[in-house]
Each structure stands twice: as C-alpha cells, then as structure tokens.
C-alpha cells in the first residue's frame, strides 16, 4: 500500500479554543488515555531554553508570541515524529499539515465569565475573553485555516459535556492508531 507523506508522522490533533473553555482539561485527560503527549503551547514558550517570546506584554499579562521561533521550535517533535496533542488559544499560524484534526472548544458566556474569575484574570482580560468566545473567534480562525473537515466545534460547558468529547476523541484516536497498524 502507498504511504503518504501525512503518514510519516504518528496522529496529532490540535486543541483550541478561548482561554478558559477548557483545552487543557481534556489535552491531559486525552494524553493519559491515548499516550498522545500533551503540548501545552503556553508551559512551552514559558518554560523553553530557546527563547520563543518576544518580551512580556504587561496589559494581557502574557508573553509576545515569537511565532516563527515557536514553529521551528515545534516541528521536529509536532511535524516530524508527531504523535501530540497540540494545546494552544491560538491556531492559524500553524502549518495545516502537521494536524489529523482540529477540535475548537466553546463555552456558554456566564460559564466562561466565572471560570476566569475563578483563576484571578483581571476583569478586562476577563472581558476581552468573553468577549471573544461572544464573537465565536476561535471557531472563525480554525475554519478559516483548516479545510472544513478537520475542524471540530465542541461544547464543553459541563462535566458531562467534557467526558463526552474525551471518549469522542479517544475513540478517534483509537481508530486512527488501529488503521495505522494494518
Ligand atoms: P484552558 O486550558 O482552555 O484555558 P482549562 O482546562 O484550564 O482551560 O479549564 C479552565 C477551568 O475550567 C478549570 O478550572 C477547569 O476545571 C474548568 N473546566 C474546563 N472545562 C470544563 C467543563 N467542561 N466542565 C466543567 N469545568 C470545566
Ligand atoms: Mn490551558
């Protein structure tokens, strides 16, 4: 049987979503149950010896993303050997071949609101996230930067809601690994 290129590197999927919706929640129940190893974007640019930021940004209390640092940083474990589950807020700037899938998290707007309460945010930084989950960006970016049918939307306002898109995607993982060794 002809391999493709996309089939040089072990199942990937990408996570995203605005802060809060619960990415990195199910990135790391999906990492125990699969093997897939957890990405999580934001630990990486924080916690890496290659310098992948350019500076603090003191009004969103965050990193300035160096991009281009970050993808070469990434590609030979994401794009190479693959086998990750990629947990970023963001998700147009990757390289469309590196993903199987692409599984936008969204969240009821109150819901959203006290989650980041709950974590501290700055009540503008809260706002511009609601703000954003309002405006549905994330699922806007995801489908303008991947064909349609690698995009996945999932609600993930509950308990319920997240087990069920865990045994979803466990089961998509599964299946892919399976094909994988006939
Ligand atoms: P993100 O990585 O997208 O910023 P987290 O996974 O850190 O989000 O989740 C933010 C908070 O919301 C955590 O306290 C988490 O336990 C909670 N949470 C996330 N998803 C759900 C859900 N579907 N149901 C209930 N609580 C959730
Ligand atoms: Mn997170």
Redesign the pocket.
Known sequence: QQSSVADARQTNVLITGT?GTG??TLAAQLAQRTGLEHV?V?DVVRNSQDKLHDGWDEHNAAYVLNEDALLDHLEPLVGGRGGCIV?HHSSDFYPERWFDKVVVLTCDNTVLYNRLEGRGYAVHKIQENVQHEIMQCSVEEANDAYAKDFVEVMRSDTDEEMRGNLERLVAWVQSRTTTDAV
């Open positions: 802060p990415k990195s999580d934001g947990d």
